[in-house]
């Protein structure tokens, strides 16, 4: 038996965080409960009764939506968006519902694009040989990530994503920041360029950051040319392929930050945007 499988199939007092659900919701549906008699508030008891069922549910019946696997393929936002869930049913009990909302969209957008962007990608490059069209297939799956809905998302929600480890979540990902790019981090455009795992991670990541240019402070997009510039000096497709294209482009567009240092302004240490 694998550890995942046995982690899975564990007591409901040996995963805390569906024992935390599992409590909290009850905790509501009483807390509710009395409220009913007690209180003249019918809607907000009603409420808090309804957010407890949810999140007790939730504890009972996590694990069913714990996980999304695809050609053997192990998609790790299931914890993000387990903690959305519950932070959304919490928030929903005590009436801040436009929080409750933001959170379950976020949480219903990460467990959409897991299972229809991120494994799709991982099974085109495991199952279609390298060329133009595996390319455009992967074009298109690319494309339906810049179709999701960033609003709900921080630049640490999509870093999260990118850490996750798996291609397909490095590539979801950049597209989210190609979408919006004020979710874009150094961290993760530099991972990207630099420490690609293919050639098509790498277009995307310079496009993403060149997207992100905008948003970025005068400070990162220094440090992001200078990564640029040592990705040009190697070998990084030929002289005209569309990779170096995107990346004279950057180092177009952050000449005055390189200049802003020729003048003596030294670079701070990078800015904490988590």
């Known amino acids: 038996?694998?550890?995942?499988?046995?982690?899975?199939?564990?007591?409901?007092?040996?995963?805390?965080?569906?024992?935390?659900?599992?409590?909290?919701?009850?905790?509501?549906?009483?807390?509710?409960?009395v409220a009913v008699f007690v209180t003249d508030n019918e809607l907000g008891?009603?409420?808090?009764?309804?957010?407890?069922?949810?999140v007790a549910g939730f504890g009972v019946f996590g694990d069913r939506v714990r996980s999304v696997e695809a050609g053997g393929v192990k998609l790790g936002l299931e914890?993000?968006?387990?903690?959305?869930?519950?932070?959304?049913?919490?928030?929903?009990?005590?009436?801040d519902v436009e929080r409750a909302a933001r959170l379950e969209r976020r949480a219903a957008m990460l467990r959409t694009t897991a299972a229809a962007?991120?494994?799709?990608?991982?099974?085109?490059?495991?199952?279609?040989?390298?060329?133009w069209d595996r390319t455009k297939q992967l074009e298109a799956v690319m494309q339906s990530a810049r179709?999701?809905?960033?609003?709900?998302?921080?630049?640490?929600?999509?870093?999260?994503?990118?850490?996750?480890?798996?291609?397909?979540?490095?590539?979801?990902?950049?597209?989210?920041?190609?979408?919006?790019?004020?979710?874009?981090?150094?961290?993760?455009l530099k991972q990207a360029t630099v420490h690609s795992r293919s050639s098509f991670e790498q277009y995307h990541g310079l496009s993403a950051a060149e997207a992100a240019l905008p948003f970025l402070s005068p400070d990162d997009r220094l440090r992001l040319r200078r990564a640029v510039e040592a990705l040009l000096i190697g070998p990084l497709g030929d002289s005209s392929s569309d990779r170096r294209t995107v990346a004279r482009r950057i180092l177009d567009a952050t000449r005055a930050?390189?200049?802003?240092?020729?003048?003596g302004v030294v670079p701070g240490p990078p800015e904490d945007r988590g």
């Open 117 to 131: 962007v991120g494994t799709r990608y991982e099974h085109l490059r495991a199952s279609q040989p390298s060329g």
């Open 45 to 54: 008891s009603a409420s808090l009764v309804a957010a407890g069922v949810a």
């Open 79 to 95: 914890q993000r968006a387990e903690q959305d869930f519950v932070a959304a049913a919490q928030a929903r009990a005590t009436g």
């Open 147 to 188: 179709d999701m809905d960033t609003s709900a998302l921080s630049p640490a929600d999509v870093e999260d994503v990118f850490d996750t480890g798996g291609e397909g979540n490095r590539v979801v990902a950049l597209a989210l920041i190609e979408r919006d790019p004020r979710l874009a981090t150094l961290e993760v």
């Open 1 to 33: 038996m694998s550890e995942e499988s046995t982690a899975r199939d564990a007591p409901l007092w040996r995963r805390p965080y569906l024992l935390a659900a599992l409590v909290f919701g009850l905790g509501c549906v009483v807390a509710g409960g």
């Open 257 to 263: 930050d390189e200049e802003r240092v020729g003048d």
